[in-house]
């Protein structure tokens, strides 16, 4: 492809790719295949190019705005763009398995991966002192590997009964191989009075950027000569958005005509930043603001006091901490907007997602003018069976967008119920 929003001396890119597959079944001897029905071994290899969006490389570049009255108003672009700029390029290769037994009632898809991507084109945030507050630079290097499994199984089969069950479950491992000189990391995204989620060498593309509580050499947490937590002095990483591992489960039964199909799913470890709890919290709108008589009689923070605090006139450095504050301060200096580790939660969570009970109607009944009739209830999103995070569901920062990892203001998530019907010609 020739790209052009690219430089024209440089905006070509080429994404070739080769897949191949054995299937090992064929040749393996029948004492074999009665039980390994059959198996096939694959493996491919693709490259894949990209460019950028408009304007990125022509300086300047005028934004329209609305009209001031009747006059048309331009703003010059507050982002150096970049005449030199390249194609991004992904390269990725796969190996993977299918495995059936038992006259395909028991089969295993398994598969592993690896990408990395080279010159990926983003913003990089610079000191507003020169006129402008980012540049678009090919930023470096990120690599991608992972795991991917799947398990399905016929667990009882008879004349009128069936009973279905299957299982997924994925891993994937990213990291910043490099970035370009003179850049130490990539902001991705700024959430205000909160976090920031960047790209830093070495670490998970989507590190969770903010200030965490300040520990003794115990791990126990300061506290100030007034009770309050002593923030980090600087920002720091506190932890990837990318989960440990993803993965559901669906149970189907089937008896003559009748079919129920339940489908779980899950998500264990990825970081989340709520500023719906953080800003609840402070405004005295979430229920932990008023149990356990906190407003009433205040709070005493575990933690001990740094080093250097005075009490009364007494050196209290490293003893427990006894001094007490209000809840309105605490929920305040305690929480996100100063220590931003304390509204920094698990995203782990297992929902039923979806059941489905379908009815196919006798294709007697339609004396052959219709091949096949059903119809089916569904509930969708119907229940949060565990999560670790209060007041909200952990997938609201999860979107279809690489930037993850932080919500606010989010609508209550909604269950659907719904009916469906499947005709055949």
């Given at each position: 492809?020739?790209s052009?929003?690219?430089?024209s001396s ?7 790719s080769?897949?191949g ?7 393996l ?11 096939k ?31 048309p ?17 992904t390269?990725s ?6 495995l ?6 028991l ?13 990926q084109?983003a ?15 090919n930023?470096g290097?990120i690599?991608n ?15 009128d009964f069936q009973?279905?069950f ?8 990213n ?9 130490d990391?990539?902001r991705?995204?700024n959430f205000?009075?909160?976090?920031s ?7 998970p ?8 509580y ?26 990837s958005?990318?989960?440990?591992f ?5 149970s ?7 079919s129920l199909?339940?489908?779980v ?24 603001t ?20 005075v009490?009364?006139?007494e ?7 006894k001094?007490?504050?209000s ?36 294709r007697k ?7 096949n ?20 569901d952990p ?15 989010q ?9 469906n019907?499947?005709?055949g010609?």
């Open positions: 492809d020739w052009s929003t690219l430089p440089n905006n070509s890119y080429f994404y070739p080769v897949a597959s054995f299937i090992l079944s064929e040749i001897p029948q004492s074999v295949t009665s039980i390994l029905s059959y198996a071994l694959r493996a491919s290899w693709a490259q894949v190019g990209s460019d950028t969006d408009p304007y990125r490389i022509l300086d300047p570049v005028y934004n329209a705005r609305p009209n001031f009255g009747s006059n108003m331009v703003t010059v672009a507050n982002v150096i763009n970049n005449p030199n700029l390249k194609p991004e390029t390269q290769y796969e190996f993977g398995t299918d059936k037994f038992f006259k395909n009632r089969s295993i898809d398994a598969a592993y991966y690896k990408s990395t991507t080279k010159d084109i913003q990089v945030d610079q000191s507003s002192t020169t006129g402008y507050t980012g540049r678009i630079l930023i290097t690599e590997h992972g795991v991917e499994l799947s398990l399905n199984a016929t667990i009882v089969q008879t004349r009973w279905d299957g299982v997924n479950w994925a891993r994937n491992r990291k910043v191989v490099s970035l370009i000189d003179g850049v990391n990539v991705l995204a205000p009075f909160s976090v989620i960047e790209a830093r060498e070495g670490q593309y989507g590190v969770i950027v903010g200030t965490d300040t520990y003794d050499s115990k791990g126990n947490k300061v506290v100030d000569e007034n009770g309050f937590y002593v923030p980090t002095a600087t920002p720091v990483p506190l932890g958005v990318l989960a440990n993803t993965g559901g489960a669906t189907t039964l089937t008896y003559k005509n009748l199909s339940v489908l799913d899950y998500q264990s470890g990825g970081k989340l930043f709520s500023l719906s709890n953080m800003w609840g919290k402070y405004s005295g709108l979430l229920k932990e008023a149990e356990n008589g906190i407003r009433e009689n205040g709070i005493v923070v575990p933690g001990v006091y740094a080093e250097g605090s009490v009364n006139g050196d209290v450095s490293g003893q427990p901490n001094s007490k504050i809840a309105i301060d605490h929920f305040f200096e305690n929480q996100g907007y100063i220590v931003a580790r304390a509204d920094l939660y698990d995203a782990s969570f297992v929902k039923l997602r979806e059941v489905r009970l379908s009815y196919s109607l006798p009944w339609f004396k052959d003018k219709v091949q009739m059903s119809v089916s209830f569904i509930g969708r999103n119907l229940a949060i069976l565990f999560k670790n995070i209060p007041n909200i997938e609201a920062a999860v979107s279809s967008s690489n930037i993850q990892g932080s919500e606010g203001g609508l209550p998530t909604i269950r659907s119920l719904g009916f019907l499947t005709v010609f």
